[in-house]
């Protein structure tokens, strides 16, 4: 019996704190009634950490050279913390990959010379740009997250195309 009140304790102090699980998409609470513990699944599912990331390419014919095989394109990035903590952008880590396969990774601190710190509802927009040796590629990567208690994650970073518009089908 008195092992099983202090656990009972013990949860209960979990529970009274917001005791949570996710496992990224839905959420559980511990829930004690009539002296049974069940899992309770959250009504409205909440990731605590989930930055969402945009992007739009354009090519910039003035800045291109395709005689010279380059092919000049500006992205805009906007970032947007979807989640409920807080979240500073750390790291960068690009891939890029040209129409003939060639793959280049960029990896680096921050963006644009800022490590920006985005609180829920936030969002942070910045432009820059590529040069490939083919009128066609993609980009994809992500960013390196800290939330202000150090926990460190991934914010992912879908693919986006790189072309030079007579080029598109």
Not at 55 to 71: H, I, L
Request: negative net charge; proline residues 5%; contains cysteine.
């Amino acid at each position: 019996k008195d092992a099983q009140d202090l656990a009972k304790s013990r949860l209960g102090t979990l529970i009274e704190s917001g005791c949570r699980f996710s496992d990224g998409v839905h959420q559980w609470a511990i829930v004690i009634e009539s002296n049974f513990l069940h899992i309770e699944t959250m009504n409205e599912p909440q990731c605590d950490y989930d930055i969402q990331v945009e992007a739009v390419s354009t090519y910039v014919e003035e800045r291109s050279e395709p005689d010279n095989s380059q092919y000049f394109f500006a992205y805009q990035i906007v970032i947007r913390n979807t989640g409920s903590v807080p979240a500073q952008l750390l790291t960068r880590h690009w891939i890029i990959t040209d129409g003939q396969g060639d793959v280049q990774q960029v990896k680096g601190e921050g963006v644009i010379g800022e490590q920006p710190r985005l609180a829920p509802g936030q969002v942070f927009q910045y432009t820059s740009a590529a040069v490939l040796k083919t009128p066609v590629g993609s980009m994809h990567g992500s960013y390196q997250m800290v939330t202000d208690d150090g926990i460190r994650f991934d914010a992912d970073i879908s693919p986006f195309s790189l072309a030079v518009p007579s080029r598109l089908n």
